[in-house]
């Protein structure tokens, strides 16, 4: 609840979690080692991500039916109610009535910056560095309720793919979540902060098939970090090679080269050696990129069957219809 501007829950009994988490075992086991009971709530698509030892609640919405159970199983003034990527609608009038405030939040970046989606792909994009565990009230706006407690640190050098960025931040989630709950345990009084309205960047969610298409007129860093925020765990950025008799193939195990000669942007996308286990392939910069992995739509690594010469390249036409669509993901 809220009161003189400050977060806090009198003592707290349950925890209902909405949407889906890869570490609902790990939350799972923190919860019952501070003797909290625990429900999960999801939507139908994200039920798809559990695996068949958990039983979910499924609500697609935030309708009569599923307020109805919430008040069938727990006193909702000694609940905290946490979303987790959920892709439930929570009404203004539902979070002030029904959920009483007790409604949050964990997010992975620093807000108002990087509200919306798409991951550790648009970190990667961008070269930000900085990870930020954070927990906020959910209000009728996207990403924008008062903050109640964040955590600051750096990203490890070793941190290059989304999968890197993703498995750094559900080490620091779990240990931000677990000090959290205690705190809302020992009756801390959070005092919120509000996020600044003239502050912040909104990033849309993105699918590897659509997003991902490569243009190789960037820069060489620019494109180089537009290939690794599509790798692990997602299908791999895509582009053609030559006549595309190959079909649409997917880029992974990328790094930036400045070894080799410089290069005239007309060389953009050039196989100009074949080192047997990587490729030395130009930019229209300075540097060169070492690709070791080249997938067919199977995921198979075709590498060895291109040659020094073979050019990659993507359609401008293919480019320019994939930012024409807004990604929206389907409940």
């Not at 109610?81 to 949050?104: C, T």
């Not at 706006?141 to 750094?168: R, T």
């Amino acid at each position: 609840m809220i009161k003189n501007n400050n977060f806090f829950i009198n003592d707290l009994k349950h925890i209902i979690f909405f949407g889906y988490s890869a570490v609902f075992d790990n939350l799972l086991k923190i919860n019952r080692s501070l003797k909290l009971k625990t429900t999960i709530i999801t939507s139908q698509d994200q039920s798809k991500l559990f695996d068949k030892k958990k039983s979910p609640v499924i609500f697609n919405e935030i309708d009569t039916k599923c307020k109805n159970f919430i008040k069938k199983i727990t006193n909702i003034e000694k609940t905290l109610f946490i979303s987790l990527g959920a892709r439930h609608i929570f009404k203004k009038k539902d979070i002030e009535n029904f959920f009483l405030d007790n409604l949050v939040n964990f997010h992975g970046t620093r807000l108002p910056l990087d509200k919306g989606g798409g991951g550790y792909s648009w970190k990667i994009l961008r070269e930000d560095r900085i990870d930020n565990q954070l927990v906020h009230l959910i209000n009728e706006k996207i990403d924008m309720g008062p903050i109640i407690n964040y955590e600051l640190s750096l990203f490890p050098s070793y941190c290059k793919i989304p999968i890197d960025f993703e498995n750094y931040r559900l080490k620091k989630f779990l240990n931000f979540y677990e000090k959290f709950i205690i705190e809302i345990m020992k009756d801390k009084k959070f005092k919120l902060k509000n996020q600044i309205n003239y502050l912040g960047r909104y990033n849309p969610r993105l699918n590897t098939e659509k997003d991902g298409l490569i243009d190789w007129n960037l820069e060489s860093y620019d494109l180089y970090n537009f290939i690794c925020a599509f790798d692990d765990p997602y299908k791999g950025a895509s582009t053609f090679l030559n006549n595309g008799n190959f079909g649409r193939v997917y880029l992974k195990g990328v790094h930036i080269h400045g070894g080799d000669s410089s290069n005239h942007p007309y060389m953009a996308g050039l196989v100009s050696r074949h080192d047997k286990k990587w490729l030395v392939v130009a930019t229209r910069s300075k540097h060169m990129l070492l690709i070791e992995k080249v997938l067919d739509k199977k995921g198979t690594n075709i590498i060895e069957k291109i040659k020094a010469g073979d050019r990659f390249f993507t359609p401008i036409s293919e480019i320019d219809k994939s930012k024409k669509k807004r990604t929206f993901i389907k409940k």
